[in-house]
């Protein structure tokens, strides 16, 4: 696996980003650009060369494209496709290495705290899976929407940019511990993926406790021990996540989307989501409503 290494002593520089749709089967079309874009799928499956290399992008799956590499579709996409796109150039010093560098550079800000508090290097795969794709909704409709006003700060384009970016970085370090098997608790590193799995389910402390055969205070005094928070706080946050997603990137109503996160009072949602986030659902959602959609 190949890793881009960007200084971000200053911020990115945001050239344009968008959402491709096409309803119908497509086929990437062959280019060389010079600048670098990152691609993230959303839903459907773009099959897209990189000089030798080839890959599949599939919901969740985000690819970096590197300046005056030749690019271009080898498949066509079985029906409809979508993605997003942004498009950027690093003011500092760009470099390509390994997957050994990538970990030795991990494990050594790991263990140093110092060099992970004001460390400047950000390393980002190639092509990698995301471990949260609701954060990367919410964060790229945000950039959408700054990239479609008129700013004050024009700066704040850049930033926000550079934002996505670092974390999608920080997605990679996670997607990257869960695949080589690390996490601090099997119990809860299990507990944690099944809640995204079933995070659409009526969840309840009770029924995750009797899923695992476990006492439910001490479940949660080890979520806690372990996350930082309880586990009735964690569903909670996966479950206001799961819905920040869905306002910022669908046309579903409030009441719509309380169901789909597994609440079937629409005012307790409300409620709930005014707890976390500090305004109704309506009011997020109102506040990142500009974007660019290309369709085939």
């Known amino acids: 696996m190949r890793f881009a290494k960007f200084d971000i002593r200053k911020p990115l520089q945001f050239l344009s980003s968008g959402q491709f749709h096409s309803p119908t089967s497509w086929t990437h079309s062959s280019r060389t650009i010079d600048s670098y874009e990152i691609i993230i799928g959303v839903r459907g499956t773009l099959h897209i060369g990189q000089g030798?290399?080839?890959?599949?992008?599939?919901?969740?799956?985000?690819?970096?494209?590197?300046?005056?590499?030749?690019?271009f579709g080898y498949r066509s996409s079985e029906g409809a496709i979508s993605f997003y796109w942004f498009h950027y150039l690093c003011n500092g010093g760009t470099q390509f290495c390994g997957e050994s560098e990538w970990e030795q550079a991990m494990l050594l800000r790991r263990s140093?705290?110092?060099?992970?508090?004001?460390?400047?290097?950000?390393?980002?795969?190639?092509?990698?899976?995301?471990?949260?794709?609701?954060?990367?909704?919410?964060?790229?409709?945000?950039?959408?929407?700054?990239?479609?006003?008129?700013?004050?700060?024009?700066?704040?384009?850049?930033?926000?940019?550079?934002?996505?970016?670092?974390?999608?970085?920080?997605?990679?370090?996670?997607?990257?511990?869960?695949?080589?098997?690390?996490?601090?608790?099997?119990?809860?590193?299990?507990?944690?993926?099944?809640?995204?799995?079933?995070?659409?389910?009526?969840?309840?402390?009770?029924?995750?406790?009797?899923?695992?055969?476990?006492?439910?205070?001490?479940?949660?005094?080890?979520?806690?021990?372990?996350?930082?928070?309880?586990?009735?706080?964690?569903?909670?946050?996966?479950?206001?996540?799961?819905?920040?997603?869905?306002?910022?990137?669908?046309?579903r109503t409030v009441k719509q989307i309380a169901f789909d996160i597994g609440m079937a009072d629409e005012k307790y949602f409300i409620r709930l989501f005014r707890k976390y986030e500090n305004l109704t659902p309506t009011g997020y959602r109102n506040a990142y409503y500009r974007k660019h959609l290309n369709i085939q």
């Open 52 to 71: 030798d290399e080839r890959y599949a992008v599939e919901p969740g799956m985000a690819l970096l494209i590197a300046p005056n590499a030749p690019h």
């Open 112 to 251: 140093n705290q110092f060099l992970s508090a004001h460390g400047s290097a950000l390393m980002l795969p190639v092509f990698f899976r995301l471990s949260s794709m609701e954060r990367v909704d919410i964060l790229f409709q945000q950039l959408q929407h700054i990239a479609s006003s008129n700013l004050h700060y024009p700066p704040a384009l850049h930033y926000s940019a550079t934002s996505l970016v670092i974390e999608l970085a920080e997605q990679a370090v996670t997607a990257h511990s869960r695949d080589g098997g690390y996490a601090p608790d099997p119990l809860v590193a299990s507990i944690v993926e099944w809640i995204r799995v079933h995070a659409a389910e009526p969840l309840t402390v009770s029924s995750i406790a009797g899923q695992y055969g476990y006492n439910r205070d001490y479940l949660s005094r080890l979520f806690k021990r372990t996350m930082g928070m309880n586990l009735q706080e964690y569903i909670h946050v996966q479950k206001m996540a799961k819905a920040k997603s869905l306002l910022a990137s669908s046309n």
